[in-house]
């Protein structure tokens, strides 16, 4: 037995045609997932050369209603007319703080790091070395509501993980985020890489002296995917996705780590043809040629989120503490990154300034549905699960982002230069800096 999906694309797509600016912005907000970052100029030779493309070749919106999906999908989605803000207050424990909501404050301290002094920082992500001129963005905090956010203390940090190991498994903002854990360990003491893959895009780090393992995985849907893509990005043909099985490049190494982080979320707005059993269900975006179910990426995305959850929930030898983090914002304002969109705000903003573009806000609520669903059943067979929801902060951070400094002095030859904005991924030292104030702040108050 099918169900109607409750989410109808034309009842948001219509209003859209009468401003042909929101039309650009709601509808190529898919193009926002910027993976594969190209390692461009003054490359370090611990970074090979990959594409120089920033974004998702040819993503599309369905505009038609997603037609069809499994019952046993939607039978215990939480009621519409839960509000999205309650649906997260349940996520706190009773009396205790939320870290996740706040207001970023001044903090004249500054980061642990410098672009300098951290090794790990790739090209496309070292914004003062690619010359961008202003550094207001390196001085504030997150501040919780209603209490403090002690800093990461590195040193206290690496003898919490002495003889364990983490796993950052996900896509490009994974990569970006386990630069900044690396760069603020490192003052401390030197990470040396052990393993890297072909493309560098899963690789492996160890801290001697505290016997610490540092790995992140690349697994951009989590899904077993077929991806045609060549060292541009450029695709060839669609994305081959089964949803019932999960990438083995994660889950073969899945037990061997201590902590896990968790998340993905913007690949799944590419074109795509869905598999199930090694037989089509449909797709999202269908190839014209080809008779196939237009479903929606957001039911690819519940779909694998859900056999994720089951995943890690059931088997009976998971270990430790796994967190999955919530997809993050972009801020590209006046366009998107092909249409002169940019993101040239020096401060961090306050709440209200920015909404979620409506296909992250797809995607949060998916996140957010099964993560509720899957804490249940992890509390009862004992796995530490915990949402490491960075949305909201990092929403209130559109100054982070590399913007016109991805590349190396872009304005160098030309001030008037036409340069493609990165507004999805952070600059190091940056926002997510703070990241790991929250990590350690998870781990020793539980």
């Given amino acids: 037995m099918v169900k109607k999906m409750a989410y109808n694309w034309k009842s948001w797509w219509r209003p859209l045609h009468k401003n042909n600016y929101l039309v650009i912005k709601l509808g190529v907000s898919v193009l926002l997932v910027g993976l594969a970052f190209t390692l461009l100029f003054n490359r370090s030779s611990d970074f090979p050369p990959i594409s120089d493309t920033p974004f998702l070749q040819n993503p599309h919106i369905s505009e038609s209603p997603v037609n069809s999906i499994v019952s046993q999908q ?14 997260e207050e349940s996520f706190e424990s009773e009396g205790k703080c939320n870290i996740f909501r706040g207001d970023w404050v001044p903090d004249e301290a500054g ?4 672009n300098t002094s951290c090794s790990h920082i790739e090209t496309h992500q070292n914004c003062m070395k690619n010359g961008r001129p202003d550094t ?6 997150w501040k919780p509501h209603g209490c403090d956010l002690t800093r990461v203390d590195p040193k206290k940090f690496l003898e919490f993980v002495r003889n364990k190991s983490w796993g950052f498994i996900g896509d490009s903002i994974s990569r970006n985020h386990v630069q900044s854990f690396l760069c603020v360990l490192s003052t401390v003491e030197k990470a040396k890489e052990v393993y890297h893959d072909e493309s560098y895009k899963s690789r492996r780090w ?14 951009p849907f989590l899904a077993k995917a077929e991806i ?18 999960l990438d083995k490049n994660w889950t073969e190494q899945y037990n061997t780590f201590d902590y896990t982080i968790f998340s993905v979320g913007k690949w799944f707005i590419k074109t795509a043809i869905y598999y199930e059993n090694d037989t089509i269900l449909g797709c999202h975006h269908c190839p014209q040629a080809k008779n196939f179910t237009d479903l929606g990426f957001n039911f690819a ?12 929930t059931t088997k009976s030898s998971t270990k430790g503490v796994i967190f999955y983090r919530t997809s993050t914002p972009d801020h590209f304002e006046g366009g998107e990154w092909f249409s002169g969109g940019s993101c040239k705000r020096k401060f961090p903003s306050k709440k209200g300034e920015f909404e979620l573009n409506e296909l992250v806000r797809i995607l949060r609520e998916i996140e957010l549905d099964e993560f509720e669903k899957a804490s ?5 067979n004992g796995v ?14 559109p100054d982070g982002h590399p913007g016109p400094y991805r590349f190396y002095q872009p304005f160098a030859e030309d001030k008037n230069a036409t340069v493609i904005n990165d507004c999805l991924h952070w600059c190091l030292p940056g926002p997510i800096d703070s990241w790991n104030d929250l990590l350690m702040d998870m781990l020793l108050n539980g």
């Avoid at 980061?111 to 410098?114: E, N, S």
């Avoid at 249940?376 to 009862?380: D, G, R, T």
């Fill in 136 to 141: 207001d963005y390196l001085y504030w905090r």
């Fill in 376 to 380: 249940f059943k992890a509390s009862e």
């Fill in 228 to 245: 045609f893509e060549d060292m541009n990005g450029v695709s060839s043909s669609e994305i081959k996705l089964h949803l019932d099985i």
């Fill in 111 to 114: 980061p642990f790091y410098t």
């Fill in 206 to 219: 160890f801290f001697p002296s505290h016997n610490f393992t540092v790995s992140v995985l690349w697994a």
């Fill in 384 to 397: 530490s699960l915990r949402l490491f929801d960075v949305n909201p902060m990092s929403l209130l951070r």
């Fill in 74 to 87: 939607n039978s215990d989605q939480i009621p519409p007319q839960v509000a999205e803000n309650e649906r």
């Fill in 301 to 312: 995305y519940r779909k694998v989120m859900r056999n994720v959850f089951n995943y890690i």
